[in-house]
């Protein structure tokens, strides 16, 4: 399974994995791939998409991805003799070198199996009649592809297709079946989708490759979305009304604004913005496009309306259109970005949730609940919006996306944000560009290593930090230790303003001036900064109690004079940098000092020994083959491999070292220097006898968590110490970089001289 970002470039690589796969059949000996692929898309959306790069083999001659004539000393391009078949449009079917590109239930094979009693005997008593492979009907595919020698499939959109009770799993259970029963096999299988998740969030187990939204749109792959910061979402107001347009007419009027604005901008480029806008039902799609058509001039006649069933297919039934009129609408949809395309606004159920390959998104509006646990579908609407409009000319800078919906949406969204800082922040090789994995492992095989006199055992210790949630109560406002911030006086103009912040940067990417009377809403923004605290320090409960804190020091304390909320004025003062930081930061310090707490004991809940760590991967970088660990490679930035080749030449002094990983599992929880919990993960562990454990920090440039770090490994030491039954001791050792490259020690006592505190 690829994970792979909507707009990221799926078919590019299921090209790449097809030329793979075919020149090593071709050119490997005893190779064990195939020639023949079969590729599945599951509706007609996701077909016409693929076979626009697909058609003529464009996408590996064009792309490119075939090297040329004579590269390495094989004819790349004149061996890559291969046939694309389309549906049923079935060519001369050799038994290698076959693309079948077609919907999944062309693959449906479910004709029984003859039986005496039909009415003609001749399939039970011969078997049934061969399928010619030439042009036939539509259900001879599912047989084709049963009768090649060997195949390779590809599943694009395979968000649930590892369902053993669904037909698509069957299918192709089946093909794997027919195989093996030729003495073959199904070469390879290989899954591609954005949101490879299970019912309730998790993500496929099979998943060998993640290339998420949020790194797409750090990386500039795809458009960057911007949101209505907290003291705007408060002016959007859900009306209550049994009338779907005139409850979310705050959502769509801005939703609008933010089209019309790029629309104007982007016409001198020759580019064509477009607004989508996601209902709940086909009832409500017509209505807002209706609404649409009748309140803004631009959209009449230029509102296209797509009704599709749950698995993305246009519907018929819904519709009302004949099959030559879907087809048209098809075609409209797809070609929606081109300029002689009438239309300029979409209007849909579940048109984005796959397949929909357009680039000119500008503006969307969500409205449907969003509420299933999974979240493919905002994770994809999201996505089908960023693609990119200028893919052909990437010195164009790219327009912005305007993300406007209910709450459930934009809650979504800001998930992706947290999710981003989170992945930045990770151990491998976070702060470095993205590199080849290596795999690190235990060296079992290595007859010069005695893994068992190598091995490090650990005790894993009860945390010592934790959270005491229920004190949220005794939180005082009104001595939070800040300046108070002067009220400042906005324009009746100035408070409509709709104020969008980058989803990434967080500063202020443009304003939109509503021009409809707004309703101050106070609860939205005093509950956005609510869950915000709760996301962002990771609090499970008291909502309720830390809302009415947030209101106080508001409304009391955060400005120099007490204001009321009501207040337009008031809430559009929130939507400045000093008051949004004013409130998370203060809250953030006061609530970590009063929940925060140490144990002030510890206890050992079991020992682990490092040789049952599992295999693992690292992002490509430096690393030495060391004869002292009983792993295979040690992996680091430079200074932390040169202090690993010095440790490997300790011989006499120490038994054994280990370089600390993430996926080692040994790490300590600590408070951080704003108050906060994380997880400290020490750079080294030295056996310097079976009696005495070493652990080792190694540090370049100095950080303001580092103390605290240092603290707290000493007390980890110290507890582990006082707690082991055998008598073992635990000792901290802090090996800072530029006093290490003024002594440069070449002994293990050297180092300890210099460096024990």
Known sequence: MFKLATGAGKTKVMSLLITWAYFHKRYEPDSDLSANFLVIAPNIIVLDRLRVDFDGLRIFFTDPALPDNGYEGQNWRDDFQITLHVQDEIGVVSDTGNIFLSNIHRVFQNEREPSFEDEDTTDYFLGRRP????????????????????????????????DPEMAWFKNIEDISNQLRLKGSKLSAQFDFTATPRHNNGAIFVQTIADYPLVEAIRQGVVKRPVLPNEASRAKLVERKSSKFTEQYEDYLHLGYLEWRKVFDELQPAGKKAVLFVMTDDTRNCDEVAEFLVRRYPELADAVLVIHTKNNGEISEASSGKSVAELEKLRKLSRQIDHADNPFKAIVSVMMLREGWDVQNVVSIVGLRPFKAKSEILPEQTLGRGLRRMFRDQPWQPEPRVSVIGTEAFIEFV?????EGVELEYAAMGARTPPQSPLLVEVERDNPRKNVAELDIELPVLAPRIYREYKNLAALVPAAFPHRKLALKQFTPEQQREIVFKDIDLEQVSHTTVMETVLEPNYHSVVGWFTKTLMRDLRLVGGFDVLFGKVKEFVERHLFSAPVDLEDPNALR???????????LDNFKAAINALTVQDRGTTEVHDRVKLSQTRPYLVSEQGFLKPKRSLFDKVTGNSFELEFAEFLDECVGEIVSFVKNSPSIGFRIEYQTA??????????????????????????GREDLDDPPKWERLKQWCADATSKDDCGRRYQALFVRQEKWEGLKPRRFADLLAAFRP
């Open 414 to 418: 800001e998930k992706i944000k947290v």
């Open 674 to 699: 704003g108050g906060a919990i994380a997880n400290y993960y020490p750079d080294f562990l030295v056996k310097e006898t079976e009696a005495s454990l070493w652990v080792i920090e190694t540090k």
């Open 131 to 162: 399928t010619g492979k030439t042009n036939e009907s539509r259900l001879d595919l599912g047989r084709i592809v049963r009768e090649v020698p060997d195949l390779i499939v590809l599943n694009d959109e395979a968000h649930h297709i590892h």
């Open 573 to 583: 003062n929130l939507s400045e940098v000093e008051a949004t930081r004013a409130i």
